[in-house]
């Protein structure tokens, strides 16, 4: 893949697990309450402190022993579980709620960033699978190209909290229910046709 290639997957996968409600969504609302739109970005910063930790670890750990069979079981694994992913989103959409809900006190926002990622077991799940098959499909084009990847998945999450922090601190929801559920419909279907790609491309 190319390295713009990258970013554009790194931003749109990025944004599907970024709008998917959890432990990082209630928190920048929680955090938006308190100290106003800014706490988004701060959540987001507080969340890629974590993302930089893993992605050294794949880097330096998997580059040490990667070969061809060693990538392309990696990213089979990670285009299976692009399409679980996606066929969660899609089961769990019609209920999926963008309002305030019960989240854990934190100290402040980047530290809930940083802890409600680390508590979700969805964040390692993704990054242990579907997140170390694409990191390991950019270092076939370089590191740079994996900067470009972890560069759209931030810019992916600074985006979706960024809005979803101006519009609590406002007082209003910019997005109602119904578009909600339907961008997530849109992302679940993504993560699958693109985990179906990925797949096929390593069987072919």
Not at 44 to 71: D, K, P, Q, R
Not at 101 to 118: H, L, R
Not at 120 to 131: D, E, Q, R, T
Request: glycine share 12%; net charge positive; aromatic share 14%.
């Amino acid at each position: 893949m190319t390295i713009l290639e990258m970013l554009f997957i790194g931003f749109t996968v990025g944004l599907t697990g970024a709008m998917a409600p959890g432990p990082m969504l209630f928190a920048t609302i929680e955090s938006s309450l308190k100290t106003g739109w800014t706490a988004g970005p701060k959540v987001v910063f507080g969340h890629a402190i974590l993302e930089v930790m893993i992605c050294a670890f794949v880097v330096l750990g998997l580059a040490s022993v990667m070969n061809y069979e060693t990538t392309r079981a990696i990213s089979l694994i990670g285009g299976i579980s692009l399409c679980i992913f996606g066929g969660l989103i899609l089961r769990d959409r019609k209920n999926a709620r963008l309002d305030m809900g019960k989240s854990p006190e934190f100290a402040g926002p980047v530290i809930a960033g940083f802890i409600s990622s680390a508590s979700n077991p969805y964040f390692w799940v993704w990054w242990l699978s579907a997140g170390s098959g694409l990191i390991m499909e950019g270092l076939n084009a370089g590191l740079i190209a994996v900067g470009f990847f972890v560069a759209g998945h931030w810019i992916a999450d600074a985006g979706w909290y960024l809005f979803v922090s101006v519009s609590v601190s406002r007082g209003r929801t910019f997005l109602t229910q119904g578009a909600y559920r339907l961008l997530l419909t849109a992302c679940g279907l993504f993560l699958i046709i693109f985990g179906l790609w990925f797949i096929a491309r390593q069987l072919i």
